[in-house]
């Protein structure tokens, strides 16, 4: 089975810190580019950060740049968005997303979708 799993989510005191983790199976990452969406209630989702398949491109949001990480171990199939120094307005469902691609593609061109995971930042 084809899938992506998220995890690592939960609820974090402003200036806290999470690492999202982004688990492939039935497939290898070492082909894909991995992206990270994240979508608040009642607002359109939008692109955080997004790594190319060789690791060697990344891209960032204005939003979070500077303060969130995106990586990739190909050795364990997975994933990872580490998040510091939240605030509240990082609130929302993450997605980890795949695209057999050696470049970041915009949403929705992805191949793979994870089921997302909730971060909730308290102020």
């Known amino acids: 089975q084809l899938q992506l799993v998220e995890s690592g989510g939960g609820l974090v005191q402003f200036g806290g810190s999470l690492r999202l983790s982004c688990a492939a199976s039935g497939f290898s990452l070492d082909y894909y580019a991995i992206g990270w969406f994240r979508q608040a209630p009642g607002k359109e989702r939008e692109g955080v950060s997004c790594i190319g398949s060789s690791d060697t491109s990344t891209y960032y949001a204005d939003s979070v740049k500077g303060r969130f990480t995106i990586s990739k171990d190909n050795a364990k199939n997975t994933a990872y968005l580490q998040m510091n120094s939240l605030k509240p307005e990082d609130t929302a469902v993450y997605y980890c997303?795949?695209?057999?691609?050696?470049?970041?593609?915009?949403?929705?061109?992805?191949?793979?979708w994870g089921q997302g995971t909730q971060v909730t930042v308290s102020s």
């Open positions: 997303a795949a695209v057999r691609s050696s470049g970041c593609s915009p949403y929705p061109y992805y191949d793979y």
